[in-house]
């Protein structure tokens, strides 16, 4: 990953980095990444972008040490979870001042839903308020990643406990949820904002992939966050 540059070099704020969900990969991102512009790139995980062999860490804890690897050496930034990768972002946080802020979009894991049960339960309620055209922007991602791999990555990450990492994160938070998402419930959604003492963006008539059908809110949520921060 590089850093970002514009005319005169560097830019002079946080870098944004964005980390794919379960199963996806960059093209998740691609149209927030295209109104964001060049201060934002994407970091790709084992499981998130990129296939996790047999043996592969996938734990969260693993996850968010990558990303930090990945962060451009010097500088802060700001990290954009959706989804699986919200909890990864979380701890990453939490473990480096470097991260100064954090938006989640569809954040997991909803201490409701962490047996496999659960999960499928939000899944199923959640599908058919999505987009059929998105299957066809999905399917190639899901392919490339690996069915196995991403159930291996979602077995590890069930269990981990997202509001106590938020908790440890200690920095200025957002979090969006679709209207219709049922995997990011909205009173789990409420708890997570309140705990980051902001106020919870709810994304009219979007379910679960919000990057790739609403971009616009998310860059406005990270516009949001960069006046939080000031």
């Not at 480096?96 to 199923?124: C, E």
């Not at 959604?189 to 902001?198: I, M, N």
């Amino acid at each position: 990953m590089t850093t970002p540059t514009g005319p005169q070099g560097p830019l002079a704020g946080p870098a944004v980095v964005l980390v794919p969900g379960l199963g996806l990969d960059q093209r998740s991102w691609a149209q927030v990444r295209r109104i964001l512009g060049p201060s934002a790139s994407v970091v790709t995980l084992p499981s998130m972008g990129r296939r996790g062999p047999r043996g592969t860490d996938l734990h969260v804890e693993a996850q968010a040490a990558r990303v930090l690897d990945a962060l451009p050496a010097t500088g802060e930034a700001v990290l954009v979870g959706h989804s699986a990768s919200a909890p990864v972002v979380v701890e990453a946080a939490a473990r480096s001042p470097r991260v100064v802020g954090l938006v989640l979009v569809g954040p997991v894991t909803d201490p409701g839903a962490r047996t496999w049960p659960g999960i499928l339960r939000q899944w199923a309620g959640t599908v058919v308020h999505e987009r059929v055209w998105e299957t066809l922007a999905l399917t190639p991602q899901y392919r490339a990643t690996g069915l196995s791999s991403m159930l291996r990555g979602m077995n590890r990450i069930r269990f981990y406990r997202t509001e106590v990492g938020l908790a440890a994160a200690s920095v200025p938070t957002l979090v969006v949820r679709g209207e219709n998402d049922r995997i990011a419930p909205g009173p789990w959604c409420e708890r997570l904002a309140a705990a980051a003492g902001t106020p919870l963006t709810t994304v009219p008539g979007a379910a679960h992939m919000v990057p790739l059908t609403h971009p616009a809110a998310v860059v406005a949520a990270v516009r949001r966050l960069e006046a939080l921060r000031r």
